[in-house]
């Protein structure tokens, strides 16, 4: 069976709030729609397979419903699974309506790319937000062979994720590199979050 990559847990991770988090059933995940009512989905919880399948479902409803309203994404989420985070981004490249993304509270690990993946000039950050990438981890049991073939794979994934990147920010592959060989948590401001082309203004 396949294994899921994640993006590296930060330091934080064992706090009580993130566990509660990681936890948290799709009812974190709100979408509005009707008459005078936004469009909203609210990705703040784990981006793991249970998120992921009641966000790109609210997503493909929303697009059925008009492909020229948009579509707002909240981001606020400690990361997750690569696996779902690429789901989920290329459903946003899939469906028609444009999507604009909000980042708010953290925005860390594979919540960075989905925030910079909105509608380009339609990607916002609060003030007071906190963005954080960093490379991707696995957990490999098993043979030197299994641990072989593990890397293999996540080095093609890092690589899938880097470009993605580039494609979505200002940064180079060359600035991204940089910052994921640092093998730790680099924490970004919102105002970096802007000159690093992440999003495109402040709220």
């Known amino acids: 069976m396949g294994r899921s990559f994640e993006l590296c847990e930060h330091e934080e991770s064992n706090d009580a709030h993130i566990s509660a988090q990681n936890n948290a059933q799709p ?3 709100y979408a509005e729609d009707g008459a005078g009512a936004e ?4 990705l703040a919880c784990d981006i793991n397979e249970l998120s992921i399948a009641t966000a790109m479902t609210h997503l493909m409803l929303f697009a059925q419903q008009s492909s020229a309203l948009p579509v707002h994404m909240i981001v606020n ?6 696996d779902e ?8 490249k899939l469906v028609k309506c444009p999507i604009y993304t909000v980042g708010l509270g953290k925005i860390m690990s594979a ?6 993946a909105g509608e380009k000039g339609h990607r916002r950050i609060g003030s007071n937000a906190r963005v954080m990438m ?3 981890s696995s957990l490999t049991r098993g043979t030197v062979f299994n641990h072989d073939n593990e890397l293999t794979e996540m080095k093609r994934i890092q690589k899938q994720m880097e470009a993605c990147l580039t494609k979505e920010t200002s940064l180079s592959k060359k600035q991204i590199k940089k910052l994921m060989a640092k093998n730790s948590d680099t924490y970004i401001t919102a105002n970096e979050a802007i ?3 992440i999003v495109d203004s402040l709220i």
């Open 39 to 42: 469009r909203i989905i609210t």
């Open 195 to 197: 000159e690093y082309g």
């Open 111 to 116: 919540g960075v790319l989905l925030l910079s």
């Open 85 to 92: 985070m690429f789901a989920l981004y290329d459903m946003m």
């Open 77 to 82: 989420t400690y990361g997750g699974s690569t």
């Open 27 to 29: 009812s974190a995940l």
């Open 134 to 136: 960093h490379p991707i």
